[in-house]
T-cell receptor, first 109, second 113 residues
Framework: GQQVMQIPQYQHVQEGEDFTTYCNSSTTLSNIQWYKQRPGGHPVFLIQ?????EVKKQKRLTFQFGEAKKNSSLHITATQTTDVGTYFC?????????FGTGTSLTVIP | DAGVTQSPTHLIKTRGQQVTLRCSPK?????VSWYQQALGQGPQFIFQ???????QRGNFPDRFSGHQFPNYSSELNVNALLLGDSALYLC????????????FGQGTRLTVV
C-alpha cells in the first residue's frame, strides 16, 4: 500500500544551525503539502507543491519537490526556538492525502 | 472568523461503547475530512465528506462512520470501541474537493479504557 516515510524521526539542533527533513513516497504523488504541529497542538498548513522540481521559499524555510514527484524536502536555515515542533509531509495520491511519519525538531537555545 | 471547531476536546469511553465526535468547518469551507492521530504518529485519513456524502475513505473498518449536514458540519461515529481507538481525532476542512490548503481543528482526544 501507499507509504510516506520521513527521515529523520527526531532532530536536535543548536539554535542557529540548519535543519532538513526528507519525505519519500513509494508511489508518484500528484502534489505534496507540508504541515507543522507544535507539541499538544494540531497540524498547521505550511505550503503545497505541485510541479515536478518545484522549489518554494517562505522566509527561512525552503521546500522542494523532487523531479520524479516521489520525494520532497523541507530545509530551515538558522533555526530559532520558535521552529520547535513536528513537521509532516502529506502526499496526495488519487484523492487521498497520506501523511508522513513526521520529524520532531528540538532547538536548543 | 472562527476556524475549525471540534467538540468535545477530551473524552473517556469504555471499551465496547459508542462515541460521536463533532466538527464545524471554517467559514466558507464545504469539505470535511477526518483523521486519526495516534501518539507519536502522523495523521491517518479516515474519510472525507463533501455535499453530505462520503467521497473518499481510508483503511478504517466499518465501525467508523460519519455524516455531513447541510450546514457542512460533520460527525464522526465510532462503534464498539477498542482500546486501540484511543487517539487524537482531527477534523480538517477545505473549500471544494480539489486539493487546497486544509485547516485543522484542535482535535478531540479520545481515551478508551
Amino acid at each position: 500500500g501507499q507509504q510516506v516515510m520521513q527521515i529523520p524521526q527526531y532532530q536536535h539542533v543548536q539554535e542557529g544551525e540548519d535543519f532538513t527533513t526528507y519525505c519519500n513516497s513509494s508511489t508518484t504523488l500528484s502534489n505534496i503539502q507540508w504541515y507543522k504541529q507544535r507539541p499538544g497542538g494540531h497540524p498547521v498548513f505550511l505550503i503545497q507543491l505541485v510541479k515536478s522540481g518545484e522549489v518554494k521559499k517562505q522566509k527561512r524555510l525552503t521546500f522542494q519537490f523532487g523531479e520524479a514527484k516521489k520525494n520532497s524536502s523541507l530545509h530551515i536555515t538558522a533555526t530559532q526556538t520558535t521552529d520547535v515542533g513536528t513537521y509532516f509531509c502529506a502526499g496526495k495520491t488519487g484523492n487521498q492525502f497520506y501523511f508522513g511519519t513526521g520529524t520532531s525538531l528540538t532547538v536548543i537555545p | 472568523d472562527a476556524g475549525v471547531t471540534q467538540s468535545p476536546t477530551h473524552l473517556i469511553k469504555t471499551r465496547g461503547q459508542q462515541v460521536t465526535l463533532r466538527c464545524s468547518p471554517k467559514s466558507g469551507h464545504d469539505t470535511v475530512s477526518w483523521y486519526q492521530q495516534a501518539l507519536g504518529q502522523g495523521p491517518q485519513f479516515i474519510f472525507q465528506y463533501y455535499e453530505e456524502e462520503e467521497r473518499q475513505r481510508g483503511n478504517f473498518p466499518d465501525r467508523f462512520s460519519g455524516h455531513q449536514f447541510p450546514n457542512y458540519s460533520s460527525e464522526l461515529n465510532v462503534n464498539a470501541l477498542l482500546l486501540g481507538d484511543s487517539a487524537l481525532y482531527l477534523c480538517a476542512s477545505n473549500r471544494g474537493r480539489v486539493s487546497t490548503e486544509a485547516f485543522f481543528g484542535q482535535g478531540t482526544r479520545l481515551t478508551v479504557v
